[in-house]
């Protein structure tokens, strides 16, 4: 340092000279800014020299005793100058550990021999760094540490070791600090590799790997093994960074894959891995955080292990990694492994990684592995190792809890979305087909979940039927869940499925899909009691998400594949696989079905309020508070490209509804095209025993669920084309074959004609008319008998579930059919014309009682006592009649009246029997049924005229009917009657040598008879009450003014009870001030009563036996079944008043007979005696 005097006096007088000496030198000092090889860095203290001599520096830092003999210090080398230094550098450190560091290590490159102890001394010191300091030479510091790992020899793994873990202290920190950008960019950046190690060193990546599995076996230091795991991607991204350098560097990135890195390295790696799997598998619960970064960074170093190393190497790293889990494994553990999988999948060369180039096979032994290769077998697995993985794990996944199901779901359905989408390979068709194959063995997983991907519901209410479906249907199956009027508990569903569509469920005409035991009950409107039944849902319920991403991954597949891959499959699959696949593309049919735009509204605001409320929540939190859990961000991420939810709810409800729109009609089209196919190919097994077998069922049953699903109007059109082609192709299965295919087909064409679009009604119209005129065809130009017969009972049946709405609609379609008939040139010279006019004609006839049914829907006395009377109208057609015996069953079962729809059941059991008695076929006919009921006379009725060829009753039919009538007689507590009909079944058991059936049906008659032991034991089966029920008022009731009825009310139903349900039924018809309760139980003279206002007259009534009855009628069960005749009594005096003195006081017993013995229907009308 010199310093001045500088002067401030200015004279103007002086010379020049004087004025120019402002400044005059006064001393010097010095101060040598390195000290020990470091820079000084504190306050000094300095004297002042007047002088400057040669060699000065020799006087270090002023500080000698003896000061040089040429110097001349100012004021006797006093401490003059006091100065304070600050080093702001990169290079030189004030740090001591981190200087010492550097020097040794300056001092190890220049080639002096340093003890290994001491590096190791000084690089333990480095851990008392302070963070500031780590920040501030990070780069630096960093490289030499990088440096110190290479330098060493592999005898010296201990200055490994203890570098690396100075890597993870200066790693942790920079994390505490929020800093990690700071150490990407150093690897992006700043880190190269050792150039060419000598044989003696190690490369980075090398020596990383020894060190990093030294430290995880050193279980003593958790700490620092926490901080490594937690921190590891730093670690394994540099190995990655350094094999790509060490490749590229040493230009071994053209050897074969195999040569590129010594088996050290490879051994060095599978005990790194090795040695992390147990901190995964076993420490989860402790180290949560650290695991799962652990198991994250491990799954992105194998996946760059594929790029770089040999693959069946890599290969080998995800077997150990996958080995080291098992199927008990916790919920955490398996979201780790799908992690690892989701990563790994998403290699960029994912599908050549599982399409191995086939060397040495022929190419027809290649294209006999495309075929074959349709199942998760071992050589599969072998071929096509990450695809048969993940398949295999989500296998195992189904079967685990909601949240693995998720994961495991959308890892694979995200996966299939990024092959599709993926532009290397969407130039070529064939090249999307040949990925889709490797997906093949996901219909095997389908198969084995096919029950769990048909229960769930679009509308999420768990409905197994289709939303076409009438609620008769539901209820029949399943009673609502409301107060009982049976006589027991129900514990078995009265449904029944049989052949040839002969069946009191017609199965044909519905849902052919599965029922779910826990649809709800629909029959709000109904006024009366129905059963309790114990519903149970199922475990482990799928979810709408993840039946739906299951489905479009198979349609996916199925879209993509060839028409020769599909039918290769078919071919060489089991006939049930074939059934399996055909089910899952009905399941998509109503899986993917058009719920609606407000449905659609409804399940949006549910979904936004369970997961996007919380996280609008969460962005206001605290960062570290606000940590959502592993599974929640997981989901939420996958998520995303399901669910975009905007600020605006309309715009996201209309956006969503024409994504679901759109779903729907691209999944039907697909399934079209599919079916269309499978039809082409398998006709001859479609049309063996002209139809009647499970195949054309089930293809029947994917043509119907189009029309019972409701398509948009583009699919519609290729659906009606699709079912005329369908009944070219096979018109023997429609018209000579059993007649359940024509009788579904015509219900839902029929259904389709009062739709509410012009465009529907037009084409299902064409459809009805083209279906009459190939029938027609087909009997060589004679008739269309079965198609006539069919659609009056389709007519029939939708009368009585109440299902045909829109009556001028359907007007119309009529007239388009005969609009149709009329202008057909072909057929001008036929009867067809005019048989198509007469057939409209009784259509128009049938629908008179439309507006009956509906006015009476709520009603079910009125409802079952309508059906009746048409079914009597019917008695000379035994299938017409059939149709609306099965429609009072449903009824009667929904209102859970089970004595009355048993003997539904008998009656159609009885016509059935009379039919196959006059064809000499069975060897009983109605009189075997006389001792159940003795109104059985009524199926004498039938006629055999041309009507009756059409008839496919057998004797199979009849025994599941009369099994039928037992299961019902059963619910109904009607024990005494079941050996009656066990009587008919025995010999055909018998016959046929069913003796696991014999012995089935012994067992229950042998329950039967203890039941009737144990209730006349104890008296507790209630067989009903009786009522007479008289209407008054002719402006209310109309035809029914002045008539009687005879109730049977279930248990022990009071007075007052069935009254208020009277009151409470008509009340909401005519309005409850509209209508009164008559007290007394005195006949009513209709001329006295008010005109304005509607009567119901409700007396009690017991049955009513003479003495010789009595005399044979023992039981209880014999005093309520098969009786005509009630009584009840009224009090009178002979002057007129209703009571009086105990002398005066009379009793008037009034004797009541009813048309029809008490078993058909509940209400019965009856004459006075």
């Known amino acids: 340092f010199t310093f001045y005097h500088i002067s401030c006096e200015y004279n103007t007088k002086a010379s020049t000279k004087k004025r120019d000496s402002v400044e005059t030198l006064v001393g010097y000092t010095w101060l040598p800014l390195m000290k020990d ?61 981190l200087h010492n560091f550097f020097q040794h290590c300056q001092m190890i490159q220049s080639g002096s021999q340093e003890s290994p102890a001491d590096l190791v001394k000084y690089l333990k010191c480095l851990h008392a760094m302070e963070t500031q300091v780590i920040i501030k030479f990070l780069p630096t510091i960093l490289i030499q540490l990088f440096q110190v790992l290479t330098m060493v020899t592999k005898e010296h793994l201990e200055i490994a070791v203890n570098s690396t873990r100075v890597i993870i202290h200066i790693v942790s920190k920079c994390h505490e600090e929020g800093l990690e950008h700071y150490l990407r960019s150093f690897l992006k950046y700043v880190f190269v590799t050792n150039k060419s190690p000598s044989s003696n060193s190690w490369t980075t990546h090398e020596v990383l790997a020894t060190a990093v599995t030294a430290i995880l076996k050193q279980s003593a230091d958790f700490l620092t093994i926490n901080k490594l795991l937690k921190y590891s991607w730093f670690f394994l991204e540099t190995m990655v960074k350094s094999m790509a350098q060490y490749l590229l560097g040493g230009n071994k990135i053209k050897m074969p894959r195999a040569q590129r890195f010594p088996d050290t390295y490879h051994q060095a790696l599978q005990s790194l891995l090795l040695a992390i799997i147990p901190h995964i598998t076993i420490r989860y619960g402790e180290i949560h955080e650290e695991a799962r970064n652990v198991n994250v960074a491990l799954a992105s170093f194998i996946k760059r292990c594929f790029t770089f190393m040999d693959r069946g190497f890599a290969f080998s790293l995800v077997n150990d990694y996958i080995c080291g889990f098992s199927l008990k494994d916790p919920k955490v553990l398996t979201e780790f492994k799908f992690d690892f999988l989701m990563t790994v999948c998403n290699h960029e060369h994912y599908i050549p990684l599982n399409l191995p180039m086939t060397f040495g096979r022929t190419k027809l ?82 198969y084995e979940n096919i029950t769990q991907l048909s229960m769930s519901d679009p509308l999420g209410v768990h409905s197994g039927l289709p939303m076409s479906a009438s609620r008769d249907d539901l209820m029949f199956t399943y009673p609502s869940n409301q107060n009982s009027r049976s006589n027991t508990m129900i514990d078995k569903d009265l449904g029944f499925s049989a052949q040839n569509g002969h069946v009191v469920k017609r199965e044909d005409s519905r849902g052919s899909l599965f029922i779910d035991h826990s649809a709800p009950d629909t029959t709000d409107g109904m006024h009366r009691r129905s059963s309790t039944i114990s519903r149970v849902p199922p475990l482990n319920r799928f979810s709408q998400y993840e039946v739906k991403s299951l489905l479009m991954c198979f349609l996916h597949i199925v879209k993509t594949i060839s028409e020769d891959t599909l039918l290769a499959y078919w071919n060489k699959v089991s006939a049930q696989e074939v059934m399996n696949f055909l089910s899952l593309l009905e399941i998509c049919l109503v899986q993917f079905r058009y719920i609606g735009k407000r449905n659609i509204a409804r399940s949006q605001d549910g979904l936004v309020s369970k997961h996007f409320a919380p996280d609008r929540k969460s962005q206001t939190m605290p960062a570290m508070r606000s940590r ?80 019972k699903m409701g398509q948009s109007e583009a699919a519609l059109k290729h659906v009606f084309a699709s079912l005329r082609a369908f009944i070219s192709k096979f018109p023997s299965a429609v018209f000579k074959g059993r ?20 465009s529907n009604r037009g084409e299902a119209a064409a459809l009805l008319y083209f279906l009459m005129r190939n029938n027609f065809e087909f009997t060589k130009r004679k008739t269309f008998l079965r198609t006539h017969l069919q659609i009056i009972i389709a007519v029939s049946q939708l009368i009585a579930d109440v299902a045909l709405t829109g009556g001028s609609r359907f007007q119309e ?29 009784k259509i128009r006839t049938v629908l008179m009682a439309t507006a009956q049914m509906k006015e009476h829907e709520r009603d079910p006395e009125m409802l079952v006592d309508l059906q009746y009377s048409l079914a009597k109208s019917y008695a000379s057609t035994p299938e017409l009649r059939k149709t609306w015996l099965e429609s009072m069953a449903k009824v009667h079962v929904k209102n859970g009246d089970f004595s009355e729809a048993a003997m539904c059941y008998v009656h159609v059991a009885a016509l059935v029997a009379e039919y196959l008695h006059r064809k000499k076929t069975f060897s009983s006919g109605l009189s075997a049924f006389k001792k159940i009921t003795l109104n059985i006379d009524e199926e004498s009725a039938m006629k055999e005229d041309v009507g009756m060829q059409e008839v496919y009753y057998t004797e199979e ?75 008054y008022g002719q402006s209310f009731f109309e035809e029914e003014d002045g008539k009687e009825y005879i109730y049977k009310e279930p248990k022990l139903t009071g007075l007052s009870e069935i009254s208020q349900r009277l009151l409470g039924l008509y009340g909401d018809k005519f309005g409850a001030e509209n209508v009164k309760i008559i007290q007394d139980s005195n006949k009513v003279d209709s001329k006295q009563i008010d005109a304005k206002y509607a009567y119901i007259q409700v007396t009690f009534v017991k049955p009513y036996f003479d003495e010789k009855e009595l005399s044979d009628k023992k039981t ?29 006081q009379c009793k008037r017993r009034t004797v009541l007979t009813s048309e029809y013995l008490l078993q058909v229907n509940s209400d019965i009308t009856f004459k006075h005696i």
Request: aromatic residues 10%.
């Open 739 to 758: 007649v359940n295919l024509c009788a579904a087909f015509c219900y839902e064409v029929l259904k389709c004609c009062t739709s509410k679009l012009s």
């Open 957 to 1031: 039919i009849l025994v599941e009917l009369l099994e039928l009538c037992v299961d019902g007689l059963w619910k109904a507590e009607r024990y005494e009657l079941i050996a009656e009909v066990s009587k008919l079944i025995l010999p055909v058991y018998e016959k046929r040598r069913e003796f696991e059936k014999l012995s089935h049906l012994y067992s229950t008659l042998h329950r039967a008879y203890s039941k009737v032991i144990e209730v006349m034991h104890t008296g507790r089966r209630l067989l009903g009450t009786f009522f007479r029920v008289a209407f």
């Open 628 to 707: 959502p859990g592993l599974m929640q961000t997981k989901l939420q991420q996958l998520n995303t490209m399901d669910n975009s939810f905007t600020l605006n709810p309309d715009a996201d409800v209309t956006h969503q509804s024409l994504l679901e729109g759109n779903i729907a009609t691209e999944s039907s089209l697909i399934v079209l095209d599919i079916i269309a196919l499978f039809t082409q190919s398998f006709k001859t097994q479609l049309l063996d025993n002209d139809g009647h077998n499970p195949l054309m069922k089930k293809v029947f049953d994917i043509y119907l669920t189009f029309l």
């Open 365 to 446: 032994q290649r294209v006999q592995d495309l075929n074959l290769e349709y199942n998760l077998t071992e050589e599969y697995c072998r071929n096509h190792f990450l695809v048969g993985l993940l398949l295999r794990e989500v296998a195992v996944a189904l079967q685990d809890c909601p949240e693995i199901r998720h994961l495991s779901v959308a890892v694979l359905k995200n996966l299939m979305i990024k092959h599709a989408f993926d532009d290397r390979y969407t130039v070529y068709k064939n090249q999307q087909a040949r990925i889709s194959l490797l997906y093949m063995p996901l219909f095997e997983l389908l």
């Open 37 to 97: 090889g470091r820079v000084v860095s504190l306050e000094q203290q300095l004297p002042v020299s007047a002088n400057l001599p040669a060699g000065y520096l020799n006087d270090k830092n002023g500080e000698s005793k003896k000061p040089l003999p040429d110097i001349k210090w100012v004021d006797n080398a006093k401490p003059l100058f006091k100065l304070r230094s600050h080093v702001v550098s990169t290079i030189y450190t004030q740090d001591t550990h």
């Open 813 to 841: 379609s009529l007239s388009i059919i005969n609009n149709f008939a009329n202008s057909d040139k072909a057929m001008k010279a036929t009867v067809f014309p005019s048989d198509v006019k007469d057939l409209t004609k």
């Open 1116 to 1144: 209880d069960f014999e005093k309520k079944h098969n009786i005509n005749r009630f009584v009840f009594e009224t009090p009178y005096t002979l002057l007129g008043k209703k009571h009086g003195g105990v002398e005066e």
